[in-house]
């Protein structure tokens, strides 16, 4: 059921001709060729930990984060699904940035669907499920590339690497672990998927 509803959820946000949200930012400059630093506005994140491991953890929470936005919440309201969906390892004290986010934790891994813009804390649904924790994530600056390919681990290794000798030629230092952010399904050719490092820097 888990593999299902992941997949459905992904279908979602990559059917052509559909508009999906994604969370508000404003690109302040670039680096170089798909290299560009952006600055998101505050949103409000539905999310779960889960025990993992960190292959486990995407299956594991999202028949709980897509519950509660298909309806398992008081009201039984459906929100949009949103784009895209990305993980992270990264230490306890990290703030999450991306939209859909997943990070290590002591307890497992933090796992995060970000809520349409019209929502706030204060009119978001309470979830049935009490795993589901809702809060707001402040707003960030991020360094970004993007690309096409495998989600292969050395297809992002190498995407790494120029995302970070980029900062370094622009003299900028990470504040956090980078973010792996992926925007279809498994499903989608090689070629035509939109695939995201994010990197966190310092607010200025």
Excluded: C
Excluded at 77 to 106: F, H, N, S
């Amino acid at each position: 059921m888990s593999r299902l509803l992941f997949v459905l959820a992904l279908l979602m946000v990559s059917l052509p001709g559909m508009a999906v949200e994604e969370p508000a930012f404003t690109v302040e400059r670039s680096l170089a060729e798909n290299i560009e630093i952006r600055r998101y506005a505050p949103y409000v994140v539905a999310e779960v930990v889960v025990p993992g491991p960190a292959e486990k953890a995407g299956g594991q929470a999202f028949p709980i984060l897509s519950g509660y936005i298909f309806g398992k919440n008081q009201g039984a309201r459906k929100l949009e699904m949103t784009a895209p969906v990305t993980q992270a390892a990264a230490p306890v004290k990290m703030e999450m940035t991306a939209p859909v986010a997943q990070a290590a934790t002591q307890d497992g891994f933090v796992v995060q669907f970000v809520l349409p813009k019209t929502v706030t804390l204060d009119t978001a649904p309470v979830p049935n499920d009490a795993r589901v924790r809702l809060r707001e994530v402040p707003a960030s600056r991020v360094a970004v590339i993007r690309y096409s390919g495998f989600w292969s681990d050395a297809n992002y290794e190498r995407h790494r690497a120029k995302l970070e000798a980029a900062l370094a030629s622009a003299s900028l230092t990470a504040s956090g672990p980078p973010v792996y952010s992926r925007y279809n399904p498994p499903f989608t050719p090689w070629f035509l998927r939109r695939n995201e490092i994010w990197m966190p820097l310092p607010a200025e």
